[in-house]
C-alpha cells in the first residue's frame, strides 16, 4: 500500500489472510481438535505471506524502470 499498489493488490490477500487464520481458529476449537483445518489454516496464511513478499518485491521493481 505504501509503494502505491491498487487497492485490490492489498485487499485480495488481505482477505486470504483472514480466511486462513479462520481456518487455523476452526481447527483449533472442534473437539477433538481437527488438525488437518488447522494445517490448512497454517499454509494459507504462510502462503499468503511469501506471496506478498514476492508481489511487493516485483511490484517495487516494476515501479523502478
Known amino acids: 500500500e505504501l509503494n502505491g499498489?491498487?487497492?485490490?493488490?492489498?485487499?485480495?490477500?488481505?482477505?486470504?489472510l483472514i480466511i486462513g487464520r479462520l481456518f487455523h481458529a476452526k481447527g483449533i476449537?472442534?473437539?477433538?481438535?481437527d488438525f488437518s483445518d488447522r494445517v490448512l489454516g497454517m499454509k494459507?496464511?504462510?502462503g499468503?505471506?511469501?506471496t506478498l513478499v514476492i508481489l511487493n518485491l516485483g511490484w517495487v521493481v516494476y515501479k523502478l524502470f
Open 29 to 33: 476449537n472442534t473437539p477433538p481438535p
Open 44 to 46: 494459507i496464511t504462510f
Open 5 to 16: 499498489a491498487p487497492w485490490w493488490l492489498v485487499a485480495i490477500p488481505g482477505i486470504t
Open 48 to 50: 499468503t505471506l511469501i
